[in-house]
């Protein structure tokens, strides 16, 4: 175990790591957000949906360096006695869940769809990228709300609370998946015409075990760092969704949540249950994204 780890160590992508000063500041201000988040249920001093520890009186309270600070809350609290700090590590938490399950299925879909596109051609191919160059013609964000917006009149009232997190998964998802489809597709081209992949043919080897079995672990590196970068898109269309008042329920804030809950106190002088939410919000999508651009330069062998 420790010799494979010396050895994961002392690779070519983890010097590229650690040679790139801005990947690394990247990576503790992402590894400090997850373990803040994921881990909120100890990390937090408060749980802000015990109704029970919730304070009314406390209230508006500013930051502790603030005139009026409470050293119980570190960045103060909201309109309703909440410790902004805790609700900042929850919300981020629910952000996270939301875009990391919401770029799974998209990849997923997406994957799928590319390998069967590339490796069938045809008219099915021309199908599916035509259905993909129609979507992405339309911004992410105005798909996902039409999606949502379909579900939220077909769905009875009662049950919109309990289907708000599959609906927002599944809206994300399916505005992203052409992403994965048209970069799959163009490299199952590439590989449905290399040898192994005629050996397998003239062998007998099934077309789903070719896909799935050869030119898929071909095809990953790509699709990886594309995951990457879509992951800081998703949480920001999470993040725009609720907002707008369409994402996840009040019961369950995100980010979006808190900065939308905070917008109406901004301009009264409770500037701190905007700001740190949205600061959090950029702390997060940054460190995704400069991660993403550095992983997307090291694998790329024109550039090394």
Same mark, same amino acid.
């Given at each position: ?20 000063? =801005? ?9 400090l957000l997850l373990i803040g988040s994921l881990g909120a249920d100890w990390v937090a001093p408060h749980n802000p949906f ?77 199908? =599916? ?17 039409? =999606? ?97 008042g369409v994402g996840v329920p009040p019961t369950s804030p995100s980010l979006g949540t808190l900065i939308r809950v905070g ?9 701190? =249950? ?8 950029v702390l997060l999508v940054l460190s995704v994204n400069l991660l993403g651009d550095w992983l997307r330069d090291a694998l ?5």
């Amino acid at each position: 175990m420790r010799r494979r780890l010396f050895q994961l160590w002392d690779s070519d992508l983890a010097y590229a790591w650690r040679s790139s000063h =801005i990947a690394v500041v990247a990576s503790i201000i992402l590894l400090l957000l997850l373990i803040g988040s994921l881990g909120a249920d100890w990390v937090a001093p408060h749980n802000p949906f015990d109704l029970a520890s919730i304070n009314l009186i406390d209230a508006l309270t500013p930051p502790i360096w603030m005139d009026g600070g409470n050293p119980h809350y570190l960045l103060g609290t909201d309109s309703q006695g909440r410790d902004l700090y805790s609700s900042l590590l929850y919300g981020m938490r629910v952000s996270l869940f939301i875009g990391v399950a919401s770029v799974v299925l998209a990849m997923v879909i997406g994957v799928i769809l590319g390998l069967v596109s590339g490796y069938a051609g045809g008219r099915l191919d021309a199908f =599916i990228m035509r259905v993909a160059d129609v979507q992405l013609s339309f911004p992410a964000i105005l798909i996902a709300l039409l =999606i949502d917006g379909v579900v939220r009149a077909a769905v009875p009232a009662h049950l919109l609370e309990n289907l708000a997190f599959p609906v927002l998964i599944g809206a994300i998802a399916l505005a992203g998946w052409p992403q994965y489809a048209r970069t799959v597709r163009g490299s199952t081209l590439v590989e449905k015409n290399r040898e192994y992949v005629q050996a397998a043919r003239v062998t007998g080897v099934p077309s789903s075990a070719i896909l799935f079995q050869h030119v898929l672990p071909n095809v990953l590196g790509p699709v990886l760092v594309l995951a990457t970068v879509h992951l800081a898109t998703a949480i920001i269309t999470e993040a725009t969704l609720s907002f707008l008042g369409v994402g996840v329920p009040p019961t369950s804030p995100s980010l979006g949540t808190l900065i939308r809950v905070g917008n109406d106190f901004l301009f009264s002088g409770e500037w701190w =249950i905007t700001i740190f939410p949205g600061v959090a919000l950029v702390l997060l999508v940054l460190s995704v994204n400069l991660l993403g651009d550095w992983l997307r330069d090291a694998l790329n062998p024109r550039l090394n």
